[in-house]
């Protein structure tokens, strides 16, 4: 494993895969896993302005297999291999040391199964529109609406960007902007072949579906209350297990909430998150 730096991803063999990351900051190690044919770049535009104004966390933003710099091998099939690797990879960054996890979207559903699988290594868990699927793999969702719509700044989307308006609730060009910058360059370098063999196994295992016991760390429930691809009511069953958790159903916002829908409310509710887990930490 190469020394990290503010700028330049490293690489850990992790099972034989080179997962890319980079860790920045100093203090207490916070893992950020990204959704679903994303990669690490749009957690850290999301998170990182929210860092420099609370520091004392030691950022690791990986590429998880088959996403961004990090490729997936052609054995790896289902998500308890997944869940594995992740947890590989943190025992390679964070050896021996009380770490904290956050999670967007599918990266929600990995951090719930870290959670579940090792709590006693952890200092508190964010899911930001985690995707809880249930057993049988199906979704509780609404259809998808647009609140307010001005089509005429959307008159210049490349042919992979026109899911874009209907994939927002509100409508302005920053957000689109937004997109552009940090999320499109990984959705057009995503490995869709592995993808489409690990969405066959993605119904949650016995490992991911453990839910003994209860996380009683400073925890955060983040979801949108126009989100049609994950939806939010899926989410509010794990409040009985979370009981240290800020739960949050964010209108105006559908699977784009952040510092593309609603930046603000996102931004004050993460930040709580690292306040109360300072609090427990320094109490």
């Known amino acids: 494993m190469s020394q990290s730096s503010e700028t330049e991803a490293d690489v850990v063999d992790v099972q034989g895969i080179p997962i890319s990351y980079e860790m920045r900051g100093a203090g207490v190690p916070i893992v950020l896993v990204h959704g679903w044919s994303a990669d690490r770049n749009y957690m850290k535009a999301d998170l990182e302005p929210i860092f420099a104004a609370n520091p004392g966390w030691q950022r690791i933003y990986l590429d998880l297999p088959g996403h961004g710099a990090t490729p997936a091998p052609a054995w790896l099939s289902t998500q308890d291999q997944m869940l594995s690797i992740v947890e590989s990879f943190i025992d390679a960054v964070v050896p021996d040391r009380p770490f904290a996890i956050a999670g967007s979207s599918y990266g929600g559903y990995i951090a719930l199964a870290v959670t579940r699988s090792i709590p006693d290594r952890l200092c508190g868990a964010a899911l930001l529109i985690p995707d809880v699927p249930a057993p ?41 902007d937004e997109i552009r910058a940090h999320d499109m360059p990984a959705y057009r370098v995503a490995d869709y072949e592995f993808l489409a063999r690990l969405e066959t196994n993605y119904i949650p295992t016995a490992a991911i579906r453990n839910t003994a016991g209860t996380f009683a760390q400073p925890s955060l429930i983040l979801t949108g209350r126009q989100d049609a691809t994950v939806g939010y009511r899926s989410a509010w069953n794990l409040v009985a297990e979370f009981p240290r958790a800020t739960f949050a159903v964010v209108d105006m916002a559908g ?25 427990q930490r320094d109490g």
């Open 255 to 279: 699977h784009n909430l952040g510092r593309v829908e609603r930046p603000e409310v996102f931004r004050a509710l993460v930040s709580d998150w690292l306040n109360r887990m300072a609090m």
């Open 136 to 176: 049988d793999g199906t979704r509780d969702l609404d259809d998808a609406i647009v609140l307010i719509e001005n089509r005429s700044i959307f008159d210049d989307l490349a042919p992979d960007e026109e899911w874009i308006p209907g994939g927002l609730v509100v409508h302005e060009r920053r957000m689109l």
